[in-house]
Nanobody, 116 residues
């Protein structure tokens, strides 16, 4: 099993920045990709960004140019640097780890609130 622990959410003003972290433990050798999803009130969970173990990165169009996903050398911690935050970025952000075929684990979620 893979366990994911997230940190870094909080309240930030529009235009500000936050950095989220997600650390994987357990059977991390089975991870093919890690990423971030978010779910705003009344909306479906959506992909924000993910990164494979080979370094292939995918971003949602809504965050391109503002958010950056990265990982540590051990490939067990993934970061999401969020800049130029907007009110519409307000959501619960979830870390995700997956094999090529299935989702291995979800984090507990961390709330990001963008408000003045």
């Amino acid at each position: 099993q893979v366990q994911l622990v997230e940190s870094g959410g909080g309240l930030v003003q529009p235009g500000g920045s936050l950095r989220l972290s997600c650390a994987a433990s357990g059977s991390s050798f089975s991870i093919y990709a890690m990423g971030w999803y978010r779910q705003a009130p009344g909306k479906q969970r959506e992909l924000v960004a993910d990164i494979t173990t080979s370094g292939i990165i995918n971003y949602a169009d809504s965050v391109k140019g503002r958010f950056t996903i990265s990982r540590d050398n051990a490939k067990t911690t993934v970061y999401l640097q969020m800049n130029s935050l907007k009110s519409e970025d307000t959501a619960v952000y979830y870390c995700n780890a997956r094999s090529p075929y299935v989702v291995l684990s979800w984090g507990q979620g961390t709330l990001v609130t963008v408000s003045s």
